[in-house]
């Protein structure tokens, strides 16, 4: 569960706060993706495989969107959201959700290069400033996830080598997650310009992306308050000094 029920008039006024905060995040995440897959569907001819490139590509924006947004975003709120659970389960957790991140991601990268060099004449390949910020944000995104499994799961890693890395790894986190944000809105844009007839006058196409773009930001800015305000921190639990005691360390 988010929260323990138990009697609400006793509850931490901050953490009502960042209950309500937290789902209008996911509000917020839910709506984004079904708009975007009503977009694509509605006024591009939805998903398609090699055969159709230009309906191929519709799974960059939707599997980008689904997994380098959402999921990176609940990736680094799960132990804040989930606070009453085991740091154990929840640091497997995070990783679960971060692999299933990278999967997506992968998929949207092959979708988009497939769309440019199955077309005839073909594409030009990473000459955007989307494409090289979104790149970027992959590489910083597979960095985190290497440092952060040897560091935080694989067992061995001292504790001081923690203790050093774990303010880096906060930080290049919610920076991938941000530079992901920023590289989704410029992709959005871009399509837009290059797809929409007319986008200048606002066509309904042109109104849904500038919607979506709204939402990326406010998604994003969501989770990166949640993520950063000291007083929504997770306070350590019974279990987890268990845990430090029976392992040595954490």
């Known amino acids: 569960m988010l929260f323990s029920l138990g009697n609400k008039s006793n509850m931490d006024p901050t953490l009502i706060n960042f209950k309500v905060l937290y789902v209008l995040t996911q509000l917020c995440g839910l709506t984004m993706i079904v708009l975007v897959g009503t977009w694509i569907g509605q006024h591009f001819g939805g998903l398609g495989g090699t055969d159709n ?3 191929e590509f519709n799974w ?3 599997f980008m969107t689904i997994g380098f947004i959402y999921l990176y975003g609940n990736s680094i709120l799960i132990y804040r959201g989930f606070r009453t659970t085991r ?6 957790t995070h990783a679960g959700i971060h692999m299933a991140a990278f999967v997506l991601t992968v998929i949207a990268l092959k979708t988009v290069f497939d769309s440019h060099n199955l ?11 989307h494409s090289w910020l979104g790149l970027s944000a992959v590489i910083i995104f597979c960095l985190q996830y290497v440092a952060g499994f040897m560091a935080f799961l694989v067992p061995g890693m001292r ?3 923690k203790i050093a890395l774990m303010p880096l790894h906060i930080y290049f986190g919610l920076f991938g997650f941000v530079l992901a944000i920023a590289s989704a809105v410029m992709g959005l844009t871009e399509k837009a310009i290059f797809a929409i007839p007319n986008y200048s006058t606002l066509p309904a196409a042109g109104v849904l992306a500038n919607i979506i773009g709204v939402l ?3 998604f ?3 989770v990166v308050y949640l993520a ?3 007083s929504y921190k997770r306070k350590a639990i019974p279990e987890d000094t268990a845990l430090l005691s029976a392992n040595g360390t954490e």
């Open 228 to 230: 950063t305000e000291p």
């Open 216 to 218: 990326y930001v406010v």
């Open 87 to 92: 740091k154990k389960t929840l640091k497997l």
């Open 60 to 62: 960059h924006p939707l």
């Open 220 to 222: 994003g800015a969501l």
């Open 159 to 161: 504790e001081n080598y």
């Open 53 to 55: 490139p230009k309906q």
């Open 119 to 129: 077309v005839d004449p073909p594409i030009p390949n990473m000459y955007s400033l």
